[in-house]
């Protein structure tokens, strides 16, 4: 390939690498990239035609208008979809991105950073389907809230509060999802993106009711690689980011203790979630983001 060329069979693996989206100018243009990325690689993969209905289209059904078919999608899936017109508001999707300190931790880009960036192509796409859709960022408080409603603008307002978020404070998921659970009234969907940093109870506490009052839950629990595989080879002085507190590390700790201790965290996560109805998906914050859009794009479906 010469220097200048595109190589279009990897171009839309490309614009779901979060080392790429690092060196775009700004959040909604790292969601567009992700998303159109991410549609360009369903629109050749055949084995996710069933997902073309809830990217932009739904299955052709007698007594809709032939002209509205997309004769393009035909020839790739041999299925028959209709272009879905602005206004056909299917779901409600609520967005709750975790802030506090520890999702600052990450080596080539924060927790954070890469939550920024699911959410907001999550945003993207649930716009792209005429979803109603609102944000929450939390810590230990509601730092910001937009309501959930499928108005002009929303997804820049929705940028707008990811733009500004910080990672400080640290997890206490009482206050902000008791305030969470006083807003929200309509049953719908909700994406919670943290990385877990909580005992498994009060994660049951404070989620449970969600899913006992008709919310569909999908859990993204993100770790950076450094923390489900680190590589400490001498004594090492770690700081606690939300508590501050410091203790000092050792290398036979790092690499036969600590990978059962993470395993049985995430585990215990997964089992908790299990255990609400709710879907829980691990992601490694280096891996591109399409597994994250398949996952909620196969969770819309499920819950339906």
């Known amino acids: 390939m010469q220097i200048g060329q595109t190589d279009n069979k990897n171009a839309p693996t490309r614009l779901l690498d ?15 990239a992700v998303v159109e990325g991410f549609v360009m690689g369903l629109h050749r993969s055949p084995k996710y035609g069933f997902s073309q209905e809830f990217v932009e289209y739904r299955a052709y059904v007698d007594g809709d208008d032939p ?13 028959t979809f209709i272009k879905l017109f602005k206004g056909e508001t299917n779901s409600h999707l609520m967005l709750l991105l975790d802030t506090s300190a520890s999702m600052g931790f990450g080596a080539s880009h924060s927790k954070l950073q890469y939550g920024k960036y699911l ?12 979803d109603a859709i609102g944000a929450m960022i939390f810590n ?10 499928s108005k002009s603008g929303t997804l820049h307002g929705i940028i707008h509060m990811l733009d500004n978020a910080e990672a400080t404070q640290g ?26 940093y909580c005992d498994p109870e009060t994660l049951m506490e404070n989620v449970r009711p969600l899913a006992l009052h008709g919310q569909d839950v999908i859990m993204f629990h993100l770790m950076d690689p450094d923390e489900l595989n680190p590589n400490i080879k001498e004594s090492t002085l770690y700081e606690d980011m939300e508590s501050g507190d410091s203790i000092e590390v050792d290398p036979v700790f790092m690499q036969q203790d600590y990978p059962q201790r993470i395993k049985a ?7 908790t979630a299990q255990g609400m109805n709710a879907d829980h998906i691990l992601l490694n914050t280096n891996e591109p983001l399409d597994r ?13």
């Open 140 to 149: 230990d408080e509601v730092v910001q809230y937009r309501p959930p409603t």
């Open 292 to 304: 994250a859009l398949h996952s909620y794009l196969t969770f819309r479906e499920k819950r339906a």
């Open 67 to 79: 002209r509205h078919i997309d004769w393009n999608v035909y020839s790739r899936t041999n299925k």
């Open 18 to 32: 979060p080392s790429v989206l690092s060196s775009l100018a700004n959040l909604e243009l790292v969601a567009k």
């Open 171 to 196: 997890t206490a998921m009482h206050k902000p999802f008791t305030r969470f659970r006083e807003h929200v009234k309509k049953r719908g969907l909700v994406a919670i993106i943290s990385d877990f």
């Open 265 to 271: 965290h995430i585990a215990a996560i997964e089992k």
């Open 119 to 130: 959410t907001a192509s999550l945003a993207y796409l649930a716009s792209r389907q005429h």
